[in-house]
């Protein structure tokens, strides 16, 4: 689409389509326009126009988008320039105060980016972009709205400061937030506080909107201040601890005086719950703040104005029903609290064991409680955010252990009280009413959380009494569970089925574990107690009671209930997806241990499971409309866990192997005749997605050499040619549709996998090269077509293509470092099938943009570490490249060196290693060229020419890793240090530039310092590339990095220099 911006009403048809339009090819057209207009030479004139004739707030936004893009390119605009537009932005807003607010926040952005990237510019011996707070002070002596324009902008302006640019050098920005923290950040905290003050001082209106919108913004202010990165920590915010706030010593006079405190806790009580949130924010960053700030009676007398303010809080709890994410945090507190009891040396007594269980108690109460007011007023139930309730279940599971008793017998209390009222009403004839939805939903509370204080058992001390009350807990559920079964398929509840599915898993965990089996011993009889050795008397307890109660005498009784259980809700829940998904899941948990495996062997619903995995036993198995192919995942989890199974006792019988597979077996002649006949292609695009996700969980648990090859020679001999094909011929017809080609690509994958040398053949067997020749089809059949898809939007290029391209990759990868074929053999004998894969790998790649490559994670860790393999063994593949291909591979390679993904920069860095060792030990063997290497030589000569002619391309990536070496936080040094030899030793010359660069950016002070790390880095290292020598210089630049940071360090008063070394 060339667009020549000629007309205001072409700008606004343009910003219709970005914005709001729904057309998806006009808003990709528009999104193209937009980068054209960037671009072009008239993009600031082009600007102004939307911003002064515009007639819609997003002709005003586009403005602010393009000019945004503008200043943040690498290659800045000159800074007469610069100050030009941040002037007129602040005369415009000024002027038009009353613009829509993601327009006026748009516009304030840009100033800050420009405030920032040229913080530190100088013109007539003045920093010009400072004076930014000088001009934000004429905004706050206008109107209620200019003062609300002032605070963003300085709000703004706070968060860009503290915002990492992850494309510019990280030290860059330390340097530019370390001179904001210094000269400008405690000035604004304390303007922000003075307005606070002023708000105070006045009768609040809050039904003033301007007015709440300055406060809000202001304690906004404030909290960015509090929240900025002081000593450059970079703290995690996903992480649940609050970070210490590393105040600078200069706010401590703000922080002594008692009003800065009381302000914001007067703030909290006179404000309403939306702002009074952000003031109890802002207290908690208070509190926060780091304990070397003040002295010891300082720190007292600051701790005891905290406490008074949370004291006066508490008592006014009418706002906590404004937090309900405080449970989370709350019951942190606790658990911390009681699980540090038994390093507790005090002889003070704590109280733990006289609060803990009435948390324990408010938690279960007011959960149980909940249930009728969200059936009745019909809001969302917390049970359906089950990550929301593991979490806090996880967090009860060690509170609830302190005081064990009181917690049980409120439990079985309440359990009791509620399975009776739920067996009257199962037994009444209203069916089901307000009144039985109420009570399975108080049902499933207490399954969960019977669940959660068994499973408390592993995190807390625990005594035999304490593991009977488990067993009293615990009989109840598997009382319940009969109940439900015995009703099914009529009467059922998904709720407390997956609540069962979870205290099934907890008590698994506790009670049935490998780790437990060396103390478990079989309890016939409560009498045959006193006989068990008095290590095992704990796990005892808990079978006692079950004994006496449901005949459970053991563990081997337990999973002869957790069996028939699964095969139960795998018959009846068919239709739900998430209980079929949380019941296979809990069956692969069983699955894994060996000495479970042994004891599952022998029930007899495991043997049914073995000889019945058809959909006539199992409805999920089956390919009926009414399943969604996304619930076909949990059939490779299901076939996982059942293949376990079948392994135990399996041994090299092949009849038996034979016997398992028949139901595949059956389902694959299906899907042949049905091609054959060429009729209801719905279908066999279900059984053929049903049947690779099927033999992928089987070729998953299957990890020696035997299994395997049985599972290699059903495939690919008894049968052959007939499977593999219509596989590819599934993915040729289907190449469009990714739920059908992603499911067979990834079991081709896993076919591939080396594990365990499991497809380590014997040496009389071809049967490595076959499966590469029908994974070589396979892939270049999915590269071919899915070429022409041609381009494709941004919502849809990773589900429709990348996607399969990075599978393709990671099979193509296990096939290179699987070990098990001989790729010479291929070009000995004329098989293209080796030529055919790697081709098909370049034009898929040539289709992927270097940006796609690193945004995708799933794509660029499949992608570079085949590469890496391709560099490593496949050296004649890479040089025999057309050039402009082996530029865009180089290219990529240089690209992942300076990415955060420490798997993506180590692949490149290998792969960069391989690439320069073969190039130095060609030049090195120059003119030694007997005739037996003469295609070596070529394939050398090739390289090196390629080089000569792009000698930027590993000029580029030695400034890469020397930057990453010098300025960054550099994670994987070794791996960086070993190409970087080869490229000096290749480039001394740029090396040397490089070197002297670095060096006169620095004062003078510097530069000899400087000098003698660069000596000290090549100290002892030889011209050449052997271990010994790559070891010693990997030596010299770990103390190289340590001696030129300790060099470079700033005390933030020195003026700035260049310390970028690709600029």
Not at 686 to 711: Q, V
Not at 961 to 967: A, D, H, P, Q, S
Request: include cysteine; hydrophobic fraction near 40%.
């Amino acid at each position: 689409m060339a667009l020549h911006f000629q007309s205001l009403a072409e700008l606004e048809v343009l910003c219709t389509h970005l914005y709001i339009g729904t057309d998806l090819t006009q808003r990709i057209e528009a999104e193209k326009a937009l980068l054209e207009l960037i671009d072009s030479p008239e993009c600031l004139s082009k600007c102004q126009l939307l911003l002064e004739q515009g007639t819609t707030s997003y002709a005003q936004l586009l403005a602010a988008t393009c000019l945004s893009k503008l200043i943040s390119r690498v290659s800045p605009l000159p800074i007469e320039q610069r100050i030009d537009i941040r002037n007129y932005i602040l005369n415009y807003v000024a002027s038009q105060p009353k613009l829509a607010p993601f327009v006026i926040q748009a516009l304030i952005q840009v100033i800050a980016k420009i405030t920032k990237l040229g913080w530190f510019e100088i013109q007539k011996d003045q920093f010009v972009f400072r004076e930014i707070i000088a001009d934000v002070k004429k905004f706050l002596q206008g109107t209620v709205e200019h003062c609300i324009i002032g605070v963003i902008i300085l709000s703004e302006l706070t968060q860009e400061m503290n915002l990492v640019d992850y494309s510019r050098p990280s030290a860059k920005h330390r340097k530019i937030a370390t001179s904001f923290r210094d000269t400008s950040l405690k000035d604004i905290l304390v303007l922000a506080c003075s307005l606070l003050k002023e708000v105070l001082a006045k009768p609040l209106n809050l039904q003033d909107q301007g007015q709440q919108n300055l406060v809000m913004q202001v304690l906004k202010l404030v909290l960015n201040c509090l929240n900025f990165d002081f000593i450059g920590s970079s703290a995690d915010e996903s992480a649940d601890d609050l970070c210490t706030v590393q105040i600078p010593t200069a706010w401590r006079t703000i922080f002594l005086e008692p009003e800065t405190l009381d302000l914001f806790f007067n703030l909290y009580h006179s404000l309403p719950p939306l702002l009074s949130q952000l003031a109890l924010s802002c207290l908690v960053q208070f509190a926060s703040t780091r304990r070397s700030l003040f002295s010891s009676p300082e720190r007292a007398k600051y701790l005891g104005n905290l406490i008074k303010g949370v004291k006066r809080i508490l008592e006014n709890p009418q706002h906590w029903e404004f937090a309900p994410n405080s449970v989370h945090y709350l019951l942190t507190l606790w658990q911390r609290m009681v699980a540090s009891v038994p390093f507790v040396k005090s002889t003070e007594p704590h109280l733990l064991d006289t609060y803990a269980p009435e948390i324990t108690k408010a938690f279960i109460t007011s959960r149980l409680e909940s249930v009728a007011i969200v059936v009745r007023d019909n809001l969302d139930d917390p049970l359906d955010d089950t990550a929301t309730v593991f979490q806090q279940l996880e967090q009860l599971c060690t509170v609830s252990r302190c005081e064990y008793e009181k917690t049980c017998t409120l439990l079985v209390q309440l359990f009791d009280q509620n399975a009776q009222n739920y067996q009257k009403l199962l037994h009444s004839a209203s069916g089901i009413t307000v009144d039985m939805a109420i009570q399975e939903g108080r049902l499933a509370w207490l399954v969960y959380l019977v669940g959660t204080v068994v499973g408390g058992r592993l995190t807390y001390t625990s005594t035999d009494e304490h593991d009977a009350m488990d067993g009293e807990l615990s009989c109840r559920v598997f009382q319940l569970i009969s109940l439900m079964d015995t009703g099914l398929p009529q009467c059922s509840n998904e709720k407390i089925e997956l609540a069962i599915l979870w205290f099934l898993d907890q008590f698994r965990k506790t009670y049935v574990g490998d780790q437990l089996q060396r103390t478990s011993k079989v309890v016939r009889l409560r009498s045959d107690v006193s006989r068990v050795p008095k290590k095992a008397w704990k796990i005892v307890q808990v079978y006692a009671r079950m004994s006496e109660v449901l005949g459970i005498t053991d563990d081997n009784h337990v999973l002869e209930t957790f069996m028939t259980k699964i095969v139960t809700n795998l018959k009846y829940w068919g239709r739900c997806e998430p209980v079929i998904s949380r019941t296979l899941q809990f069956l692969n948990d069983l699955s894994v241990g060996y000495i479970l495996l042994k004891k599952l062997v022998k029930i007899d619903a495991v043997k049914f499971m073995l000889k019945n995995h058809t959909s006539e036993h199992f409805p999920f198995l089956g390919i009926s409309d009414s399943y969604s192919l996304s619930d076909f995942r949990c059939r490779t989890t299901f076939y996982t866990a059942l293949t376990r199974l079948l392994m135990v006792d399996l041994g090299e019988d092949e009849d038996e192997f034979e016997n398992f597979m028949l139901p595949l077996t059956v389902s694959f002649e299906t899907v042949l005749q049905i091609f054959s006949n060429n009729f209801k292609q719905e279908d066999v695009k279900r059984l053929l997605i049903g049947l690779a996700r099927d033999l992928r969980g089987i070729a998953f648990a299957l990890n020696t050499k035997t299994s395997y090859t049985m599972l290699f020679d059903w495939m690919l001999y008894k049968r052959y040619p007939t499977y593999i094909p219509i596989l590819q011929r599934a993915v040729e017809q289907w190449y469009g549709e990714p739920e059908c080609t992603t499911p067979i690509l990834k079991l081709m994958a896993e076919l591939m996998q080396n594990r365990s040398q499991r497809l380590n053949f014997d040496v009389s067997s071809p049967n490595g090269i076959l499966l590469f020749r029908e994974a070589s089809k396979m892939i270049c059949t999915y590269g071919n077509q899915i070429l022409s898809l041609g381009s494709l939007s941004k919502d849809q290029i990773y589900p429709m293509k990348l996607k399969g391209i990075s599978i393709c990759y990671s099979a193509l990868k296990s096939a290179l470092c699987g070990n098990y074929v001989s790729f010479g053999v291929f070009k000995l004998y004329g098989d293209n099938h080796f030529d055919n894969v790697l081709q098909a790998f370049v034009k898929m790649l040539l289709s992927v943009s270097h940006s796609d490559l690193l945004q995708y994670r799933k794509l660029s860790q499949s992608y570079y570490p085949l590469l890496e393999c391709l560099t490593q063994d496949h050296m004649s593949f890479v040089t025999n490249l057309e050039p402009p291909v082996l530029l865009y591979v180089l290219t990529s390679i240089s690209e992942g060196l300076s990415t955060l993904d420490t798997v993506v920069s180590s692949s490149c860095c290998t792969s960069l290693d391989y690439i320069v060792t073969y190039l130095f030990k060609h030049i090195a063997k120059e003119g030694r060229k007997p005739l037996r290497c003469r295609e070596a030589a070529q394939a050398g000569q090739r390289l090196l020419h390629f080089m000569q002619q792009n000698p930027e391309v590993l000029q580029q990536m030695m400034s890469v890793l020397m930057n990453t070496i010098v300025f960054e936080d550099c994670r994987n040094q070794w791996s960086v240090s070993r190409p970087l030899l080869g490229l000096i030793l290749l480039n001394e010359k740029y090396f040397s530039e490089l070197r002297a660069s670095l060096i006169n950016s620095q004062p003078l002070p510097k530069q000899e310092v400087l000098a003698q790390c660069f000596r000290n880095l090549m100290e002892g290292v030889e011209q050449n590339l052997s271990v010994k020598n790559r070891d010693r210089f990997t030596q010299n630049l770990s103390v190289f990095r340590r001696d030129v940071a300790e060099a470079l360090r700033s005390d933030g008063s020195t003026e700035p220099c260049s310390l970028d070394m690709m600029s």
